[in-house]
C-alpha cells in the first residue's frame, strides 16, 4: 500500500518540549506533506517536501525525507499548548498522482 | 481559513435513505477531491474531480457518486446509506497548476452519521 503511517500513534510532552513524528511509506512517491487536524476538523496543511528534497523548514517545523528509507520526520521545536492535534503524513506519487494516501496520524498532546 | 467551505457542517441520516454533501472550492481551483475520515482513522481517498470530469476514484461503491460544476463546486452523494458510512467527509480543492499533485487545501468537513 502506498499509505504513510506514522509513528507514535500518541505523543505527550510538556510546553518546551521538541515533537518528533515519523512517518513511513511503502512505494516510490512525487511528495510527501504533513497536515495537522483540531479534534475532528478539517485538515491544515504544513509542510509539502518533493521527492528530490532531504530537509525542509518552515517555522517551528523540520521536516526531513529519506526515500532510501522511504520515511519522513516532523519536527517541531519549542512546542506549545496549541500545537495539540493530530498530525498525518500523506504521500501522492506515482500512477494515483494527484490522489493523497494518509496515515492514521499521530496525536500529539502538549501540556502547559 | 482556506477558502473552501463545505455544508452542512452536521447531517443525520437513517439506513437506506441518500444524502448529497456540498464543497465550494478555494476561488481560482478547478480540481477537487473527496476524502471519507472515519473516526480515529485517517483520511481514505474517494475520488476527484477535474473540470468536471472525474480524474480518480478510490476503493469506493458505485453508491458513492459525485459531480462538479462549471463554478468548480462539487457534490458528494452517497445512496442507500450504511452504519458505516458514518464518518466526517472531507473536500480538498487544489490549483489548476497541478491537478492535485501538490498541496490539497482541506474543508472544515461534513459530520454525517447513520442510524
Known amino acids: 500500500s502506498q499509505q504513510g503511517e506514522e509513528d507514535p500513534q500518541a505523543l505527550s510532552i510538556q510546553e518546551g518540549e521538541n515533537a518528533t513524528m515519523n512517518c513511513s511509506y511503502k512505494?516510490?512517491?512525487?511528495?510527501l506533506q504533513w497536515y495537522r487536524q483540531n479534534s475532528g476538523r478539517g485538515l491544515v496543511h504544513l509542510i509539502l517536501i518533493r521527492s528530490n528534497e532531504r530537509e525542509k523548514h518552515s517555522g517551528r517545523l523540520r521536516v526531513t525525507l529519506d526515500t532510501s528509507k522511504k520515511s519522513s520526520s516532523l519536527l517541531i521545536t519549542a512546542s506549545r499548548a496549541a500545537d495539540t492535534a493530530s498530525y498525518f503524513c500523506?504521500?501522492?506519487?506515482?500512477?494515483?498522482?494527484?490522489?493523497?494516501?494518509f496515515g492514521r496520524g499521530t496525536q500529539l498532546t502538549v501540556w502547559p | 481559513e482556506t477558502g473552501v467551505t463545505q455544508s452542512p457542517t452536521h447531517l443525520i441520516k437513517t439506513r437506506g435513505q441518500q444524502v448529497t454533501l456540498r464543497c465550494s472550492s478555494q476561488s481560482g481551483h478547478n480540481t477537487v477531491s473527496w476524502y471519507q475520515q472515519a473516526l480515529g482513522q485517517g483520511p481514505q481517498f474517494i475520488f476527484q474531480y477535474y473540470r468536471e470530469e472525474e480524474n480518480g476514484r478510490g476503493n469506493f461503491p458505485p453508491r458513492f457518486s459525485g459531480l462538479q460544476f462549471p463554478n468548480y463546486s462539487s457534490e458528494l452523494n452517497v445512496n442507500a446509506l450504511e452504519l458505516d458510512d458514518s464518518a466526517l467527509y472531507l473536500c480538498?480543492?487544489?490549483?489548476?497548476?497541478?491537478?492535485?499533485?501538490?498541496?490539497?487545501?482541506f474543508g472544515p468537513g461534513t459530520r454525517l452519521t447513520v442510524l
Open positions: 512505494t516510490s512517491i512525487n511528495n
Open positions: 480538498a480543492s487544489s490549483s489548476p497548476s497541478n491537478r492535485g499533485t501538490d498541496t490539497q487545501y
Open positions: 500523506a504521500t501522492s506519487g506515482g500512477s494515483t498522482l494527484g490522489r493523497l494516501y
